[in-house]
């Protein structure tokens, strides 16, 4: 088998380390995820599901352990250097979304590309194709804070899609989304999988799971990894 694209090496975070309150998000996790794959990351609430994404999606560092991401040892970047590499490489779908209240559903999408030295024109192409794949288009001058949950959503995609990154996360995707809308985001995801991205997907949703597009599903509990299983 060829190297992995992401591997993690006895990965732990802990919040409010060595205090009273102090709680173990991610325990010791160890994985390797290869190029192209979709896997899928499940657990109760509180698991440690998003906690681990956001140190997959270079959003978050590990308290301790290692992560290398397409090879890169992240988990030792500066926070400097960690951004920079997001920006490339990585497109990110919030479980809460993280959309700007107050700007436009264009707006919104094109953050991503703003620090990239970018022309107008350049970042208004990639805008409409990324809202475009995702059916937002109609809505693409409308104030974010006038959208329904799915249109949220879909928004939340385009940005992730934005800057054409080689590996996808998303947090709860298809959460606030109808059966049409779900399937569409899948199918995109599907799409996007095709042509060699790899996606990183935490859900509860049976629909994501029975999805052909799901390779493998990894179960946390506790912030420990207790099952890997092949879908
Ligand atoms: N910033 C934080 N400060 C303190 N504790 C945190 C913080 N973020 C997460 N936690 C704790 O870490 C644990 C894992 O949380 P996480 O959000 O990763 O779970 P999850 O599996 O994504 O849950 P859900 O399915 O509800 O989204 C929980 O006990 C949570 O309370
Ligand atoms: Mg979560």
């Known amino acids: 088998m060829s190297s992995p694209?992401?591997?993690?090496?006895?990965?732990?975070?802990?919040f409010h380390a060595k205090k009273s309150n102090e709680v173990i998000a991610i325990q010791?996790?160890?994985?390797?995820?290869?190029?192209?794959e979709c896997v899928l990351l499940t657990g109760a609430s509180g698991s440690g599901k998003s906690t681990?994404?956001?140190?997959?999606?270079?959003?978050a560092k590990p308290t301790s352990g290692k992560y290398f991401c397409l090879n890169e040892p992240?988990?030792?970047?500066?926070?400097?250097?960690l951004t920079r590499f997001r920006r490339q490489h990585i497109?990110?779908?919030?479980?809460?979304?993280?959309?700007?209240?107050?700007?436009?559903?264009?707006?919104?999408?094109?953050?991503?590309?703003?620090?990239?030295?970018?022309?107008f024109e350049e970042i208004k192409q990639a805008v409409h194709q990324a809202t475009?794949?995702?059916?937002?288009?109609?809505?693409?001058?409308?104030?974010?804070?006038?959208?329904?949950?799915?249109?949220?959503?879909?928004?939340?995609?385009a940005r992730a899609l934005v800057n054409n990154p080689t590996l996808i996360f998303a947090d709860e995707p298809t959460a606030h989304l109808d059966s049409k809308n779900s399937t569409r985001i899948l199918s995109l995801f599907q799409e996007l999988k095709k042509a060699g991205k790899t996606l990183i997907i935490t859900t509860h949703d049976p629909r994501v799971e029975q999805?052909?597009?799901?390779?493998?599903k990894l179960t946390?509990?506790?912030?420990?990894l207790i099952k890997n299983t092949i879908l």
């Open 220 to 224: 946390l509990q506790d912030g420990k």
């Open 91 to 119: 497109g990110i779908v919030f479980q809460h979304f993280n959309l700007v209240k107050g700007l436009s559903v264009a707006r919104n999408v094109s953050l991503p590309l703003l620090p990239q030295n970018l022309s």
């Open 52 to 59: 681990l994404l956001a140190i997959l999606s270079c959003l």
């Open 5 to 14: 694209i992401l591997k993690t090496e006895n990965l732990t975070k802990k």
């Open 211 to 216: 999805h052909p597009l799901a390779d493998r």
């Open 132 to 157: 475009k794949q995702v059916n937002i288009s109609h809505r693409i001058d409308f104030q974010v804070d006038k959208l329904s949950g799915g249109e949220l959503q879909r928004t939340a995609v």
């Open 28 to 36: 010791e996790v160890n994985l390797e995820i290869q190029k192209g």
């Open 74 to 81: 992240v988990s030792r970047w500066s926070e400097k250097f």
